[in-house]
């Protein structure tokens, strides 16, 4: 019997120059073999470059690769791990100042909050719905998603659709 492969991607939104190599160093290490990236500008950071790198492994990488590049200073990154058959996929997160968040998340790549969460965020909010909305958007991650955003579609080749009021 082969093997499960789980596959997904990194996505270095912000790195200084000086740190390119240990996170090469460090995904290749997560990974078990070398690895070369293509590091663009980041033109949201002066100064900083960005990367994507489609990885395979086996199920649990994308966990290995996240805490390899946790902690260093000045860096923001993404990690995914597709769904596979027996497999739940997940998304990390990290930013400087927001630290690391993890969420499951299902085949297309939604994140999937689970029902004792649900219920932990029902309990804290009693009847305040403002209360509802905040522990909601931190279940989801939404601190993270808000931050990282501009990073995520900041490069030259990037395109910008404008979209006017009409009527």
């Not at 190599?21 to 690895?35: C, F, M, N, S, Y």
Request: no cysteine.
């Amino acid at each position: 019997m082969d093997a499960a492969i789980a596959r997904g991607v990194l996505y270095v939104h912000s790195s200084p120059r000086a740190l390119t190599p240990h996170i090469e160093w460090a995904t290749g290490r997560a990974l078990g073999r070398a690895v070369n990236f293509e590091w663009s500008d980041q033109p949201v950071l002066k100064g900083s470059l960005r990367t994507e790198y489609y990885w395979e492994g086996a199920p649990g990488t994308g966990a290995v690769l996240a805490s390899a590049l946790r902690g260093w200073e000045h860096l923001r990154y993404e990690v995914t791990e597709d769904a596979g058959l027996g497999t739940d996929g997940g998304r990390w997160l990290h930013t400087p100042d927001l630290g690391i968040f993890f969420a499951q998340t299902d085949t297309v790549g939604n994140i999937v909050v689970p029902e004792d969460r649900v219920r932990y965020a029902m309990e804290i909010a009693g009847s305040n719905a403002l209360e509802l909305h905040r522990e909601l958007r931190l279940a989801l991650g939404q601190a993270w998603d808000d931050e990282l955003e501009v990073f995520r579609h900041a490069s030259d080749s990037s395109q910008v659709v404008w979209l006017h009021k009409v009527g």
